[in-house]
């Protein structure tokens, strides 16, 4: 099972948006180096001022690219980067993956799932209206964020726009992912 990398981006500034990279370089423990959210403890705002001693389990953010083709039927126009995450996928089910699940991207770098990205405020200040796009419902009438999930960096490495991407699944039970 697997898929491929459709864009890598990356901020060293607080912002809603990241620029589309050549590159990004993953660091084993820390994130995307020179992003603002890499480190080993929390670098949200928001959760940094709850206890900014939290480990970091947000320190790579990844969208499936179908999300965009999903959103753009509703007329939302959204591209790779757009909603702040560090790497863009296409052709895995991110969402249905469980916790622990390794991602193998590119050669080197392995990061694994910790988590459900919450989708924020600034979702809607970026394009009104998109937050019931990433917010909605099961057939089970359970909340779905589709807004991407999170993950820690297990080994560093270089990813590119056209890497390959490897899943490995966790043994045992499937955790499905919630909130982090």
Same mark, same amino acid.
């Given at each position: 099972?697997?898929?491929?990398?459709?864009?890598?981006?990356?901020? @060293?500034?607080?912002?809603?948006?990241? +620029?589309?990279?050549?590159?990004?370089? #993953?660091? !084993?423990?820390?994130? &995307? =180096?020179?992003?603002?959210?890499?480190?080993?403890?929390?670098?949200?705002?928001?959760?940094?001022?709850?206890?900014?001693?939290?480990?970091?389990?947000?320190?790579?953010?990844?969208?499936?690219?179908?999300?965009?083709?999903?959103?753009?039927?509703?007329?939302?126009?959204?591209?790779?980067?757009?909603?702040?995450?560090?790497?863009?996928?296409? @052709?895995?089910?991110?969402?249905?993956? +469980?916790?622990?699940?390794?991602?193998? #991207?590119? !050669?080197?770098?392995? &990061? =694994?799932?910790?988590?459900?990205?919450?989708?924020?405020?600034?979702?809607?200040?970026?394009?009104?209206?998109?937050?019931?796009?990433?917010?909605?419902?099961d057939d089970d009438g359970?909340?779905?964020?589709?807004?991407?999930?999170?993950?820690?960096?297990?080994?560093?490495?270089?990813?590119?726009?056209?890497?390959?991407?490897?899943?490995?699944?966790?043994?045992?039970?499937h955790m499905p992912l919630?909130?982090?």
């Amino acid at each position: 099972m697997g898929g491929t990398v459709a864009a890598v981006s990356s901020n @060293g500034t607080y912002s809603f948006t990241k +620029p589309n990279r050549d590159s990004v370089t #993953l660091l !084993a423990g820390l994130g &995307v =180096e020179g992003d603002v959210h890499a480190g080993e403890t929390v670098k949200h705002r928001f959760r940094m001022k709850k206890d900014a001693s939290q480990p970091n389990l947000r320190q790579v953010h990844l969208i499936h690219e179908e999300l965009f083709e999903e959103v753009r039927e509703a007329g939302f126009e959204v591209g790779a980067g757009e909603l702040g995450e560090n790497v863009t996928t296409r @052709g895995i089910d991110l969402l249905g993956l +469980p916790v622990g699940t390794r991602l193998h #991207l590119g !050669a080197q770098a392995v &990061v =694994e799932v910790t988590g459900l990205r919450n989708p924020c405020a600034q979702i809607d200040t970026f394009r009104k209206g998109l937050m019931k796009q990433v917010v909605g419902r099961d057939d089970d009438g359970k909340v779905r964020f589709k807004s991407g999930i999170m993950s820690v960096v297990l080994e560093g490495g270089v990813v590119r726009p056209g890497d390959a991407i490897k899943v490995v699944l966790p043994d045992g039970p499937h955790m499905p992912l919630e909130i982090v």
